[in-house]
């Protein structure tokens, strides 16, 4: 029964089990169930306000939950209090002491626990080779760059032994140049010591560069939790269609399904959907007059200047814009809504103001709605 209990499962490090948390009268948390896997990068992500920190918190100590249960390691946590749980936090503002040297700051948490001063030494320089700032024990924070502190403040925590980490927004100060480079530096730190990090972000590019599982937050309710791959493949709400990735929306109801092909009428036309397909499973019935919103990514959306079969929808071409590492293509259809297109070369063969229809490929569209 391990899938169903998490209380018995060895493996299910931290759990949330029908958790609420207000705030006088303010809803924050509802009814959120979570399993944290051991060893698992875990991503909680969400827009600003969402509720990210108020979960952290509740899993640190720091804050108490309105209702439900909260394990680490199979036990109730929820009347101990923060230091007796095997957790600890990384802040996004390091939080270092800054009259304490590099290594003092490091040494901390062991110095509190009163382990003996050799043995100090020995595992606050093991620390400092992990986080690549040998030579840096003497120095204050104030004298070391944004990256080096955050470093430090990880130090700092994982020299406790902590069996999960829970880091919010620790590269957030950071510039994208080092985020991207710290990115990386803890992703390896993680995998190399076997730790659960349960990580919180609100930068979805992030979040997909690290986790091993994403759970997607959004006004204090869990609405996916999946590995990258299946949150940009198989969004299940809208919310996380258009949170992760960039997406053309398009809401409409089945007109008529013929073996896995489905016409669906739009406002503005109709379009085809391919169930069968692996973003639409084949099970996932669609039925006739089922209200449904399909999802096109920009990569795979299509024009052209004559019709194709099973579309009817058009555009015109407003606008194209050279991104870096691509061209994008903004077509604004007869209700205004604004398609982006984007292509790794410029289409010459189309200009400012053309009228073209709007296609993909029928396999290619995300259908949110069909149980997927
Ligand atoms: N101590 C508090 N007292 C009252 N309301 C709070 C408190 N802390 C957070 N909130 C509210 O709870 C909600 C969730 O806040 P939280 O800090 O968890 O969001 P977040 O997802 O971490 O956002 P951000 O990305 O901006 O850090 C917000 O509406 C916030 O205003
Ligand atoms: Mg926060």
New binding site residues.
């Given amino acids: 029964m391990k899938d169903t209990d998490p209380i018995q499962s060895a493996e299910r490090i931290v759990s949330l089990i029908d958790v609420d948390k207000y705030?006088?009268t303010?809803h924050?948390i509802k009814k959120f169930n979570l399993h944290v896997n051991q060893g698992e990068f875990l991503t909680l992500l969400?827009?600003?306000?969402?509720?990210?920190?108020?979960?952290l918190r509740m899993i640190a100590g720091f804050e108490d939950s309105s209702s439900g249960m909260i394990l680490v390691q199979g036990e109730r946590v929820e009347d101990k209090e923060a230091y007796e749980r095997d957790v600890n936090t990384v802040f996004q503002s390091y939080a270092l002491f800054p009259h304490m040297t590099v290594f003092d700051n490091i040494a901390y948490g062991l110095s509190v626990k009163k382990v003996p001063k050799e043995e100090i030494k020995v595992r606050v320089k093991e620390m400092l080779e992990l986080v690549q700032l040998l030579g840096f024990e003497g120095r204050k924070p104030d004298m070391m760059s944004g990256g080096q502190k955050q470093r430090v403040a990880i130090a700092r925590a994982l020299i406790n032994n902590p069996k999960v980490l829970l880091l919010d927004?620790p590269l957030g100060a950071l510039d994208l140049k080092l985020r991207k480079q710290m990115q990386i530096e803890l992703k390896r730190l993680q995998k190399k010591l076997n730790i659960t990090f349960i990580y919180?972000t609100?930068d979805q590019e992030e979040a997909m560069a690290m986790s091993d599982r994403i759970a997607v937050i959004n006004n204090g309710v869990l609405e996916q939790l999946d590995t990258p791959g299946r949150i940009y493949k198989h969004p299940k709400t809208k919310f996380v269609a258009d949170f992760i990735g960039e997406s053309n929306l398009f809401d409409g109801a089945v007109k008529e399904s013929k073996g896995a092909c489905s016409s669906v009428v739009l406002e503005t036309g109709t379009v085809r959907l391919q169930a069968g397909s692996e973003e639409i499973p084949k099970e996932a019935a669609l039925i006739p007059d089922r209200d449904i919103t399909i999802c096109v990514r920009p990569e795979v959306m299509k024009y052209s200047k004559t019709p194709v079969e099973g579309f009817t929808i058009t555009g015109v071409v407003k606008d194209v814009i050279f991104v870096g590492s691509q061209y994008r293509t903004l077509i604004v259809m007869d209700d205004g809504y604004e398609v982006k297109v984007n292509r790794v070369k410029v289409d010459k063969e189309i200009t400012e103001g053309d009228r073209v229809y709007l296609y993909w490929d029928p396999e290619d569209a995300i259908g949110i709605g069909t149980g997927n």
Avoid: A, L, Q
């Fill in positions: 705030f006088g303010n924050v969400g827009p600003s306000g969402c509720g990210k920190t108020t979960i927004e919180v609100h």
